[in-house]
């Protein structure tokens, strides 16, 4: 299959979700990107601004199944992975599938859940797949996961956990919009809400192959190095308490790939990797001035990024 199949793979569906999402056509790439690196997404944003539509879009528009759990503290495991029951006609036990049995699932403020509930997440997205009474039971393909959350209300909250966090391929926001495309926004849903004629323009199958061959983008062993040398610096860094892990390095190499493909190159460049870096890493470091994330360690990974030399 020719690179210019996944940029013309991509180009129809960054257009067909941009009919809802206006003017963040830079998020919308980087929300492709984690899926076509078989990634989850993590969307930390203020109410309002368009988390739950990019979902609903990105499924609709890859024509895939789509499921949404909204995380309250009384939301349980067997709400999000299923619970088996007893049928009584049949005198059997049977196995009730939960929302995460879609391929889009949008885990909608998940900071809000507690641990043992966030934790329900931890092998679905790892390994693709649930443990129900011992027995796996695999996952549909393609499978995402995008989990909200509110960077600003902390009130009724429980923080991810680490391990949370680092199963996510990429951290990114949509931020508010522009002057012109919120006027814009306010035409196009004066009647009715685009979403609702939002039609597939790609199948399950070919995300499945396009996933297969941005693997095969060549990566110049001296970009490897980079890449080391860049997380390496997140561990040794004074303004760090917690550096990126392997997969971070993971993150980085194969979203640069993705870059690359979408924009119809068979080779990773440094501009790739750079671009990549804040969404693929910053979530992935606390910094050690009030060990928190966000712009604090956006800002400390765009200075590591200033600091280490760039492969000729």
């Known amino acids: 299959m020719a690179v210019e199949a996944i940029r013309d793979f991509a180009q ?3 257009g067909n979700v941009e009919r809802v999402i206006l003017g963040k056509h830079e998020e919308v790439r980087l929300a492709l990107v984690a899926l076509l690196c078989e990634g989850h997404l993590l969307v930390e944003d203020v109410p309002g601004v368009g988390k739950t539509m990019l979902s609903r879009a990105l499924a609709k528009s890859l024509g895939c199944s789509f499921g949404r759990i909204q995380f309250t503290p009384d939301l349980l495991p067997s709400d999000i992975i299923g619970v088996t029951i007893f049928n009584q006609r049949s005198g059997e036990f049977e196995f009730r599938p939960g929302p995460i049995f879609n391929q889009i699932v949008l885990a909608d403020e998940i900071n809000r859940a507690t641990p043992k509930t966030q934790s329900a997440l931890l092998e679905c997205m790892d390994e693709r797949q649930v443990s129900v009474d011992g027995l ?3 996952l549909l393909r393609p499978f995402l996961v995008m989990a909200t ?4 209300e902390y009130e009724g909250t429980f923080p991810l956990p680490e391990a ?10 949509l931020g508010y919009p522009s002057a012109e495309a919120e006027k814009e926004m306010l035409q196009k849903q004066q009647l009715h809400h685009p979403i609702e004629d939002l039609e597939q323009v790609v199948t399950a199958d070919e995300v499945m192959a396009m996933q297969a061959r941005v ?13 080391v040398r860049v997380v390496r610096q997140t561990r040794e860094s004074a303004s760090v308490y917690l550096g990126a892990s392997p997969r971070g390095s993971i993150a980085m190499s194969r979203a640069a790939q993705a870059l690359a493909a979408i924009e119809g190159r068979e080779y990773v460049v440094p501009d790739d990797i750079k671009a990549i870096a804040v969404p693929a890493i910053s979530h992935r470091i606390i910094s050690r001035a009030n060990g928190t994330r966000g712009d604090a360690t956006s800002d400390i990974l765009r200075n590591i990024l200033d600091e280490v030399p760039v492969p000729a």
């Open 12 to 14: 129809r569906v960054i």
């Open 136 to 138: 796996p039971r695999p």
């Open 149 to 152: 959350q509110n960077p600003i």
């Open 164 to 173: 949370q966090l680092d199963r996510f391929f990429l951290r990114l926001r």
């Open 215 to 227: 693997r095969e983008i060549h990566v110049e062993d001296s970009l490897r190095e980079y890449i």
